[in-house]
């Protein structure tokens, strides 16, 4: 109140000197001008004042406004509630623009503590979190995986050893680009983290090769039939290319398949601790899925896709990924042109983290190559070549890999 006087009365006499100078104009002295210009000070100062405070309190109403928005009245329950979505945002507060916490899948339980129309409050990894309530259930639905192996499923053995925490996933030939595949008749594990910083987040971990037979029949390359515009295992202009090539060997007579899947489940355990869930595509010797099947199976159950490899070269070249050739009709071409600045974005990362791992690097990490699994692609993915035949694959440079792969995926999804 005493400032707002203050300004008044300095206001009123900044009229009386201005009308003054109007009928008079007297000269005026030294002195009057600083006061003059002291009295303009506090008028400035004062009107910031002023607006700086209405500023705040709009603010302050603004915020009011938007907590009554987002804490909404809910019914106390609590109760099992069943996910009727195949993947559903576990969000941080009840809004569609808030934080996502999570991820969770057809038929996964969740503890309803709280219900709107709009939202339900439920726990998750011993937070309390929301989910859209019009995709829960009271009753029971039945999940997208099952813990047994299918009727027409078979695998390298007579019988399938599933871990606890995982399930077993098959082709549905319903999915799409499923009918593309010619070898489909295996499973993938879904293996679920019992981290305590479990955060919804699937990871599909892909290791190179492994099925048998699969180097003797044909796949078609890209979904609208067209054209490879790189050559590979499969030669520039070829319509269709081997379902599942054999691998290389190593200088020391090492298959390539069997590193690839010492790798897979090294990376698997630590991105299991880290709290992702890890879709393991091959998880024994054999599994008889191609590479569609791999990838179509990967679209569908995980939220990106790495593949594991080395290549064929002698001179231990470093790491690198496969990126997108910068071709315009591959580029132009469906799913290739929804998704391939994703496939870089998440290779840049595992190349960021393999770096930071002290792993040698291959030229800028790149290497543009068409390959049926980025052409099928629906989910940032990518192929990554850990080195080559004359590199070094003991156990502890497979652990150094492990974590710096692990590491690119933390970044990718920004943890």
């Not at 005493?2 to 206001?11: E, F, M, Q, S, Y």
């Not at 809910?74 to 979505?85: F, H, I």
């Not at 195949?86 to 339980?109: C, M, Y």
């Not at 290791?207 to 067209?226: E, L, M, R």
Request: hydrophobic letters at 35%; glycine letters at 8%.
């Amino acid at each position: 109140m005493r400032k707002k006087g203050i300004c008044a009365v300095a206001v009123m006499a900044v009229a009386v000197m201005a009308s003054g100078c109007q009928k008079q104009e007297p000269a005026r002295s030294a002195s009057e001008v600083v006061a003059e210009a002291s009295v303009s000070q506090v008028q400035e100062a004062e009107t910031s004042t002023l607006v700086q405070t209405a500023t705040t309190t709009l603010e302050m109403q603004k915020s009011a406004h938007e907590t009554a928005t987002t804490t909404m009245p809910m019914e106390t329950r609590n109760e099992t509630v069943y996910v009727n979505a195949d993947q559903l945002n576990v969000r941080r507060e009840p809004g569609t623009t808030a934080k996502v916490a999570g991820r969770v899948n057809r038929g996964d339980t969740l503890t309803r503590t709280g219900y709107s129309d709009e939202w339900s409050q439920v726990m998750y990894n011993g937070s309390v979190c929301y989910v859209a309530t019009t995709y829960l259930s009271t009753e029971k639905v039945e999940s997208t995986v099952t813990k047994a192996v299918s009727a027409n499923s078979t695998t390298s053995t007579t019988s399938q050893n599933v871990p606890e925490n995982a399930v077993v996933v098959s082709l549905n030939p319903q999915w799409t680009y499923a009918g593309f595949a010619k070898i489909a008749s295996g499973s993938a594990l879904l293996y679920q983290s019992t981290s305590v910083s479990r955060n919804g987040k699937v990871v599909c971990v892909n290791a190179g090769h492994g099925t048998k037979g699969g180097s003797s029949v044909k796949t078609q390359c890209h979904p609208d039939g067209s054209a490879k515009v790189t050559g590979g295992t499969t030669s520039a202009g070829a319509t269709s290319a081997v379902a599942v090539s054999g691998g290389t060997t190593f200088q020391d007579g090492t298959a390539e398949a069997k590193v690839t899947l010492q790798m897979a489940q090294k990376l698997r355990d630590k991105l299991l601790d880290k709290g992702y869930d890890v879709l393991m595509i091959r998880d024994s010797d054999d599994v008889q899925l191609d590479n569609i099947a791999r990838t179509v199976i990967a679209n569908n159950m995980a939220d990106c896709h790495i593949a594991l490899h080395w290549d064929s070269t002698k001179n231990d070249k470093g790491a690198f990924y496969m990126s997108v050739p910068d071709v315009a009709s591959y580029r132009a071409m469906e799913p290739v042109a929804s998704n391939w600045q994703k496939h870089h974005a998440l290779g840049d990362s595992l190349i960021t983290g393999l770096r930071s791992a002290g792993v040698k690097i291959f030229s800028n990490g790149t290497m543009a190559m068409d390959l049926t699994q980025t052409s099928y692609s629906t989910i940032p993915s990518v192929d990554i070549e850990l080195g080559d035949t004359a590199s070094d694959h003991s156990a502890s440079t497979l652990n150094t890999l492990a974590d710096g792969l692990a590491e690119g995926v933390d970044q990718f999804f920004e943890r």
